[in-house]
């Protein structure tokens, strides 16, 4: 239950697609006829999901359009990779009065190489291709999480992928998806990664369940070679039958030191671009200098200087890069969050680390991502006061 999923309720809802919380869980049932032109855009323009409503549509309608995608204020994001995908498919894209014009002559793509290995443009060509029965190859997708959630979500609704977990998925789709499912998305690894931060910053004894460790095996070793001290449990499988997951015991550390060489993401394997920002407030504790290069993004790591206003020592070496040395010592200040969900997270987690009170304001850009944090936070021992008008 968080900001940017009631976002994309909202957008669903406007257009007709009748849903309902059921405890944790979501009831969405999809009316025969979708009314496009009732699109709440002002919710769509709040969330950079609506961009994956370009690859279902396409098998529905000739012709027609969304908002421009919203999200992280994190500089110029590129939507050129998922035209260039699903023009494979016969579909032109025009960017004209901050909407996506969409016409459609719908096509057998054959192999789609993708542009950027892109996490939504390989969920978007994935979801174009499971409208087409003939087979499309797509080369060159990300293996990330998110993306074989969406590949066995399909498979379950019939859709026949193969490579699932590879740089190289075949799919066979189905002409038309009428089928009753109950799907179960694994945990958000994510989520897993701000708690281990929040426990080495903080220098803190938790137990952070239900982590998915494919997905945090690289970040764990660069974090064991800092000197940091965990314990994993066994695998487990996620409520998905498919994703394994572990328990993770971090210990309490005496002493952390910094990696020689730089902390940089990289499209899975590597470390995941969202897991980055979580190294910094780590960084600030740790004996020495650390280079992080966040290449990914514009903006981002200009973000992270924010840490600054708490008493850390970060320096901007340009707008990709940031030296940050350590330890240092925090303390309290008064900040108003970035408008991005990472990076206002690690201003969080440096506050929840920092001596004296803080307060962070304007916390919209956590809640897109992160449900009822505060709380969440106070039952591990954390004092946080949410003040709604701030």
């Known amino acids: ?22 405890g944790k869980d979501l009831e969405i049932k999809r009316p025969s006829k979708l009314k496009l032109d009732s699109m709440d855009k002002e919710a769509a323009k709040r969330t950079r999901s609506v961009l994956m409503f370009l ?12 908002p421009y995608a919203g999200g992280c204020k994190l500089g110029t994001r590129t939507v050129q990779p998922h035209l260039f995908a699903l023009e494979k498919f016969g579909v032109d894209i025009v960017a004209k009065n901050k909407h996506y014009n969409v016409s459609v002559k719908i096509k057998d793509a054959g192999e789609v190489v993708l542009y950027e290995a892109g996490d939504t443009v390989s969920e978007n060509a994935l979801m174009a291709a499971a409208g087409r029965p003939k087979e499309t190859i797509i080369d060159m997708a990300t293996s990330n999480y998110m993306v074989r959630e969406v590949a066995h979500y399909l498979q379950a609704l019939g859709v026949k992928v ?15 998806i009428n089928k009753n499912i109950t799907y179960a998305p694994s945990e958000d690894p994510i989520e897993s990664m701000m708690f281990i931060s929040l ?8 137990t952070i369940k239900r982590c998915p460790i494919d997905f ?5 070793l ?10 994993i449990s066994k695998k487990y499988k996620a409520d998905n039958g498919v994703t394994d997951l572990v328990d993770i015991k971090m210990h309490k550390h005496e ?17 995941n671009i969202d897991n980055l920002p979580f190294f910094v407030p780590i960084a600030t504790q740790a004996k020495g200098r650390t280079l992080i290069h966040d290449w990914v ?20 070496a340009d707008p990709h890069r940031v030296y940050v040395d350590g330890p240092t010592k925090l303390s309290g200040a008064d900040i108003v969050s970035p408008d991005a969900l990472r990076p206002a997270v690690i201003v969080l987690i440096g506050m929840l680390a920092a001596k004296g009170r803080s307060t962070l304001r304007n916390v919209y850009s956590i809640n897109r991502g992160y449900e009822d944090l505060a709380n969440r936070l106070n039952k591990l021992g954390a004092k946080i006061t949410v003040i709604r008008d701030l």
Do not use: Q
């Not at 239950?1 to 059921?22: A, C, D, H, N, Q």
């Not at 690859?55 to 969304?66: S, V, W």
């Not at 945090?216 to 764990?220: C, D, G, S, V």
């Not at 060489?261 to 499209?267: A, L, N, R």
């Open 297 to 316: 993004y514009d903006n981002r790591a200009i973000y992270f200087t924010e840490l600054n206003k708490l008493g850390a020592s970060i320096t901007l």
């Open 162 to 176: 193969e490579g699932v977990g590879s740089h190289t998925m075949k799919v066979k789709g189905v002409k038309s």
């Open 222 to 231: 660069k974090l064991e070679k800092m000197c940091v001290k965990f314990d």
């Open 1 to 22: 239950k968080i900001e940017e999923v009631f976002r994309i309720i909202e957008v669903l809802e406007s257009i007709g697609v009748k849903i309902r919380w059921i």
């Open 55 to 66: 690859g279902p549509l396409i098998h529905e309608y000739k012709t027609f359009k969304i």
């Open 199 to 206: 426990a080495v910053t903080t220098n803190s004894a938790i």
């Open 255 to 271: 002493g952390l030191v910094s990696l020689e060489d730089k902390i940089h993401p990289m499209p899975y394997p590597g470390i």
């Open 216 to 220: 945090l095996k690289l970040e764990l």
